[in-house]
C-alpha cells in the first residue's frame, strides 16, 4: 500500500521519494528511508518510534506502524472497538470488526499536532526538512483533536490554517490507542469559520473518523449549514432507527436551499467507521470505510459564508442534532479525490 500511497499526486507535484537514508535529512537528524521511498523520522509519540515526513505526499504525518520497522505499509492501524452502553466511551482495545467484511481493525491516517514542528513531524505544509512538496494543497481543514487540550486539539493543520472554535460548547476530548479523539454529546459542537477558499467549490471531500451510540436519532457529524432556516449546502448524518439499534445509516445530503438530495450506505453503531462524502460535476457519493456504496446525481448546490461544523448541525440559527459519540481526522479537501485516495484515508 506504500506504493499507492505515493502514487497519489499532492495537486501541485509530486511527494519526495527517498533511495537511501541519506536521502532523508532533516537539520541534524537522519531519518529512514521506508519501503516504496517515503522518508521517516524519529518521533517518540509513535510506537514505532518513526513518523512520515512533512513531503511523503498521503503519508505526511502519519506514524510508521510498530510491526513494519524500516520498511513499512501506509497506514497506521486503529483498533476498531464495540463501545460501552453509554455510547460515550469507545474502548481502545480490539472488539467488534469494522469493514465491509468485518475484519477485525479499520486504520486511521494520524496527524501531528505540534504546530512548530517541520519535517521531522509531517505537519502540513511544512517547507524545509526533508526536499519535495507539502501535502496535498487542496487540504482545507484538517482537524486531529490531539494534543492534550481544547486549545491544540482544535488547531486546524489544513492550509487554512487558524482553529475551530466552539458552540455552544467544545466537546471532550478522549485518548485512544493512536492519539486523541473529540467526544461530542448534547450541547456541544465545534465550528470553523467560513471562507472564500470553503465557498463555490467546484468538487469537494468531507471525510471523518466516527463512533456513535444506538440511540434512535438521526444525528449529524459534520456539516454546512445554508441560510438562517434549515437549508443545507451540506450535511454528513446518520440515521438509527428504534427497530435496529446495532445498524445505522450514512448519509450525504447537498442541496441549495430548496430541494436536496441524499446518498446513504449502512454499517454498525458502536464501532469506528471511516465516512467519506464526494461531491463534484453534480454528482453526491458516500465512501463507509474506503468502499463506494452509493452514489447519485445531485441538485445545484448553494453556498454562502455559514461556518462548518463538527459534532451538530444549525437551523433556524440554533445549533441541533448533536454527535452521541466521537469524531476524529476530519478533513476538507476542495477537490473530489478519487476511489483510490479515500481507500488510503480509510487505511485500506
Known amino acids: 500500500m506504500v506504493g499507492l500511497g505515493l502514487a497519489l499526486l499532492t495537486g501541485c507535484g509530486s511527494p519526495y521519494v527517498c533511495s537511501e537514508p541519506s536521502d532523508c535529512i532533516d537539520g541534524d537528524v537522519v ?40 520498511e513499512t505499509t501506509a497506514t497506521t492501524l486503529r483498533e476498531s472497538s464495540s463501545g460501552s452502553s453509554d455510547g460515550l466511551t469507545a474502548p481502545d482495545a480490539a472488539g467488534s470488526g469494522t469493514g465491509t467484511e468485518g475484519d477485525a481493525t479499520a486504520s486511521l491516517l494520524t496527524a501531528t499536532t505540534d504546530s512548530t514542528s517541520t519535517g521531522t513531524t509531517g505537519v502540513v505544509g511544512a517547507t524545509d526538512g526533508s526536499t519535495g512538496d507539502p501535502i496535498d494543497p487542496s487540504l482545507l481543514l484538517w482537524l486531529t483533536f490531539e494534543g492534550g487540550s481544547i486549545d491544540t486539539a482544535l488547531v486546524n493543520y489544513g492550509i487554512l490554517g487558524g482553529a475551530a472554535g466552539c458552540d455552544p460548547e467544545c466537546p471532550d476530548l478522549q485518548d485512544d490507542l493512536f492519539g486523541g479523539a473529540a467526544v461530542f454529546g448534547a450541547g456541544k459542537c465545534a465550528t470553523f469559520p467560513s471562507s472564500p477558499e470553503l465557498i463555490d467549490l467546484a468538487g469537494f471531500t468531507v471525510a471523518a473518523w466516527i463512533w456513535r451510540d444506538t440511540t434512535a436519532v438521526k444525528p449529524t457529524f459534520l456539516s454546512k449549514p445554508l441560510g438562517l432556516a434549515e437549508g443545507n449546502t451540506w450535511e454528513f448524518y446518520s440515521d438509527v432507527k428504534a427497530a435496529t439499534p446495532d445498524v445505522t445509516a450514512i448519509v450525504a445530503l447537498v442541496g441549495d436551499g430548496v430541494g436536496h438530495v441524499t446518498a446513504q450506505g449502512t454499517t454498525s453503531t458502536e464501532s469506528w467507521r471511516h465516512a467519506a462524502m464526494v461531491w463534484e460535476a453534480g454528482n453526491v457519493a458516500v465512501y463507509i470505510d474506503g468502499v463506494s456504496v452509493a452514489s447519485t446525481p445531485a441538485v445545484a448546490i448553494a453556498w454562502d459564508d455559514n461556518h462548518v461544523r463538527i459534532g451538530c448541525d444549525v437551523d433556524n440559527g440554533t445549533p441541533y442534532a448533536y454527535w452521541p459519540g466521537l469524531v476524529d481526522d476530519v478533513r476538507i479537501y476542495a477537490r473530489a479525490l478519487d476511489g483510490a485516495e479515500i481507500s488510503v484515508l480509510a487505511g485500506n
Open 31 to 70: 531519518g529512514v528511508c521506508q519501503g516504496g521511498g517515503a522518508c521517516s523520522f524519529p518521533d517518540p509519540l509513535c510506537e514505532s518510534g518513526q513518523r512520515y515526513g512533512g513531503h511523503s505526499g498521503s503519508l505526511a504525518g502519519m506514524c510508521v506502524p510498530p510491526e513494519a520497522g524500516a
